[in-house]
């Protein structure tokens, strides 16, 4: 039997690629604010507010029932969240907690995708001293507004819906459409011809392609609920990742400089190191996501 699967931020960068790779038991319907971009699949459902209990159920009433949901929609503006706090928890927190409260009155699965951001990026060390990547059970400390939210979303997802939430944390996320890091550095690098990147920061890149069937599969799976870490394998600096990018565009000759990100301030605070361990994810999928590097070299050959 066809499983009908809502997918929120539909029009967004992950929700799109969610659309685009539906399993063929399922059926998607995408919700976003806005229509979607060109070359984009079609959002069914477009202007809900999903903070808003009543605007839910109108949509859960018209396109519903659903078997499940993948909640890709978010606040996302890191540094812009410094200062709309208020505006971030509501997207980010209340719209979690009402699409939970939905998933629960109708007894199904719902994927709350989270963020690395909710670490402060201190690390945690192993046995022998050496940094390890973020298991799913170590303690968040966000060290800004977005993050802080993004945890809000966490648990309120998980307070309301017990039993069905699956919160599935990534990071570093860049896929076909949408603004992102490897498409930011390929067009600053025929632009200005000389880049500085910050290496001091780390993480492990994931793409939105190799993201978006982990997703399928744990709202598909009869997983346990509770947090799972979904990120492309490795861990690099945005400096590494730039050098990687420009490798695959052509444009290794472009000088790329290291610096610190002390040099370049923002308003938001980013964890120096969020690698996150996604080995429970990959016990639940019989298999990992692709090392950050092949899936780099993946998306630049399918011409993204
Ligand atoms: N991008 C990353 O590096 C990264 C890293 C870790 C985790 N994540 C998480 O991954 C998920 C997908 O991120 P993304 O990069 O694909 O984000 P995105 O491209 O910004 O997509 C999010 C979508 O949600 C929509 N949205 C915003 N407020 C909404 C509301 N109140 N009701 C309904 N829809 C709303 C946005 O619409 P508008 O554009 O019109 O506002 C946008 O289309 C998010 O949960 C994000 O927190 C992202």
Redesign the pocket.
């Known amino acids: 039997m066809t499983r009908r699967i809502l997918v ?8 799109s690629e969610l659309l685009l790779r539906v399993p063929s038991d399922c059926a998607a319907i995408g ?4 229509a979607a971009g060109a070359g984009a699949p079609a959002v069914a459902a477009v202007g ?4 808003d209990d009543a605007a839910v159920a109108k949509l859960w009433r018209e396109h519903g029932p659903f078997d499940g949901v993948i ?6 503006a890191v540094d812009q969240a410094e200062t709309e706090e208020a505006l971030a928890l ?3 927190a209340t ?1 979690c907690a009402v699409l939970a409260r939905a998933c629960a009155r109708a007894g199904v699965p719902l994927v ?6 909710v670490f402060d990026g201190e690390g945690v060390r192993d046995a022998s001293g050496a940094v390890r990547p973020y298991r799913e059970d170590d303690p968040p400390r966000p060290l800004a507004a977005y993050g802080r939210t ?1 945890l809000a979303g966490e648990l309120l997802a998980l307070a309301e819906h017990p039993r069905g939430t699956r919160i599935a ?7 076909p459409r ?1 603004k ?1 890091f490897p498409g930011t550095i390929v067009r600053a690098a025929k632009e200005k011809g000389a880049l500085r990147v910050v290496d001091d920061q780390r993480g492990a890149p ?1 793409t ?1 392609l190799e993201l978006a069937p982990a997703l399928w599969d744990l709202v598909r799976a009869d997983a346990p609920s509770g947090i799972y870490h979904a990120a492309c394998e490795g861990v690099c600096s945005w400096y590494d990742l730039a050098k990687a990018s420009l490798e695959e565009a052509g444009l290794a000759h472009v000088p790329c400089d290291p610096c610190k990100t002390a040099e370049f301030p923002r308003p938001a605070k980013r964890p120096a190191y969020s690698a996150l361990d996604a080995g429970k994810l990959a016990a639940l999928r019989g298999r990992r996501l692709k090392s950050w590097r092949e899936a780099l070299r993946d998306f630049f050959a399918a011409g993204a």
Do not use: P
């Open positions: 929120t931020g539909a029009a967004g960068m992950l929700g919700t976003d604010l806005r809900i507010d999903l903070a909640h890709g929609a978010a606040y996302t509501r997207v980010n719209a709350a995708v989270s963020t690395d951001f993004k944390r990534t990071q570093w996320l860049y896929g949408g992102h994931t939105t």
